[in-house]
């Protein structure tokens, strides 16, 4: 019988692929913990889309959030309110959806510069990566937060437009962060 010799570079190549598919998969991806800050229109609009809105909100966290991570969710009424703050242990995730699930809107405009101020003073006051997640029920309240002084904060976000609804990420205090790898890939 015989027997299959493996070329030397062959099994190196293959354990670099193996390597290379554990660094990029996200399942196996080891990263530090970050702050998350997830900003939810609390108007009368919300009505409209909850069902929506509360699927994708929670397909997002099962996507982004491992242990470790420190969320803080507003309710983005008339007046912005912390519904939830915590680190994520355990089945902390499903109480963080049932708090957005439960989320009881007021009123006809959401307070999205409320809850941006104190989201950046928070993560100002943190160590990791911020990541804000601001959900607006309607296009048109969105229009608000941009053309007031807050639509500063959202100079380095991404806006994805569903039916009746926006999901803007927000980096908030990154402009340091910014500025320092521009730098540095601009000295390279």
């Not at 994708?56 to 991570?69: C, Y």
């Not at 803080?72 to 957005?100: D, F, M």
């Not at 990791?128 to 607006?136: A, D, E, G, M, R």
């Not at 941009?146 to 959202?154: D, F, R, Y």
């Amino acid at each position: 019988m015989n027997k299959i010799t493996v070329p030397k570079t062959l099994k190196m190549l293959s354990l670099l692929i193996l390597a290379a598919f554990f660094a990029i998969n996200p399942v196996y991806a080891q990263r530090a913990p970050i702050n998350v800050n997830i900003i939810i229109d609390g108007s009368s609009s919300l009505n409209a889309v909850r069902d929506e809105v509360t699927t994708w909100v929670s397909s997002r966290l099962d996507e982004i959030l491992i242990n470790g991570d420190t969320v803080t969710v507003w309710n983005a009424a008339s007046t912005a309110r912390v519904i939830y703050t915590g680190r994520i242990e355990g089945e902390t995730r499903e109480i963080i959806k049932r708090n957005i699930r439960d989320l009881s809107p007021s009123g006809n405009n959401p307070d999205f510069s409320g809850a941006l101020r104190d989201a950046t003073s928070r993560s100002q006051n943190v160590q990791t990566y911020s990541y804000t997640l601001l959900i607006s029920a309607s296009p048109q309240a969105l229009s608000s937060v941009i053309s007031n002084p807050q639509g500063n904060l959202l100079r380095f976000s991404r806006i994805e437009e569903f039916s009746a609804w926006r999901a803007l990420v927000v980096g908030l205090n990154i402009d340091t962060t910014v500025k320092t790898a521009a730098s540095a890939y601009f000295n390279n």
